[in-house]
C-alpha cells in the first residue's frame, strides 16, 4: 500500500534527479523520509492488529456447567469487544465434542450495545425457537452471555431483550427483567 506521503516524496525525489546539478543529498533526505513514513504506517497498522485473551464460556456438555475458554479476540473499544464476544458464542467450538452448543450458528440472533457500564443484549426471537428447552438449559445460555460480556473491561452487568422488547423470562424460567451480574458457579 503506498501512502499519499511516498507519492509526494517520489515526485520530489524525481524532480531534483532530472536537474542538472543532481544531489545525493536530496536523495538520502528523501529516503530517510519514505523510511519514516513507512514505519509510521506499519507502527499504526500493527497497533490496530493487536489482540486480547478473554475467557468466554461454554457449556461443558459432560458436567453441564459453564467452562471458561480461553479465546483471542481483536482489541478494541467496549462495545466491539462485546460484539466479538458473542460472536465467539455464536462461532461456538462444534468440533469439541465435549463443549454443547446452545446458542444457534447464526450471526444475527443477538446485537449488543454498552451503555454505563451495562451490556443491553437483544435476543432474536430465532433463538427461542430452536433452544433446547429445560430449566437448566436456560439458565445455562443466560449465564454463558452474561459471564462471557462482563469479562470485557468497561461491562459490569448484562440486560436482555427479545426482539427489542423487555420480557418476563427468557423460556418460562429466568426473569429476564432482572440487570444480570455473573455467576461463575453455574
Not at 461443558?60 to 478494541?76: G, Q, Y
Not at 466479538?84 to 443477538?110: F, Q, T, W
Request: charged residues 25%; aromatic residues 10%.
Amino acid at each position: 500500500m503506498v501512502s499519499n506521503g511516498t507519492i509526494i516524496l517520489y515526485v520530489i525525489g524525481v524532480s531534483f534527479m532530472k536537474k542538472k546539478g543532481f544531489n545525493w543529498i536530496y536523495v538520502a533526505l528523501a529516503v530517510v523520509l519514505l523510511t519514516v513514513c513507512a514505519s509510521v504506517f506499519l507502527i499504526t497498522r500493527a497497533a490496530s492488529l493487536q489482540t486480547e485473551e478473554i475467557n468466554i464460556y461454554f457449556v461443558d456438555a459432560e458436567s453441564m456447567r459453564l467452562t471458561p475458554v480461553k479465546t483471542t479476540i481483536p482489541n478494541a473499544d467496549t462495545e466491539r469487544t462485546a460484539r466479538y464476544v458473542l460472536d465467539a458464542l455464536i462461532e461456538g467450538h462444534d468440533d469439541n465434542p465435549k463443549i454443547l452448543r446452545l446458542v444457534p450458528r447464526d450471526e444475527s440472533c443477538m446485537t449488543v450495545k454498552v451503555k454505563d457500564k451495562i451490556a443491553y443484549v437483544d435476543l432474536k426471537s430465532s433463538i427461542l425457537k430452536t433452544h433446547p428447552d429445560g430449566r437448566d438449559f436456560e439458565i445455562l445460555t443466560v449465564y454463558s452471555i452474561v459471564n462471557s460480556l462482563t469479562n470485557v473491561d468497561g461491562i459490569v452487568n448484562v440486560r436482555f431483550t427479545v426482539d427489542g422488547e423487555r420480557k418476563k423470562d427468557f423460556m418460562g424460567y429466568v426473569d429476564m427483567r432482572e440487570t444480570f451480574i455473573p455467576d461463575y458457579c453455574v
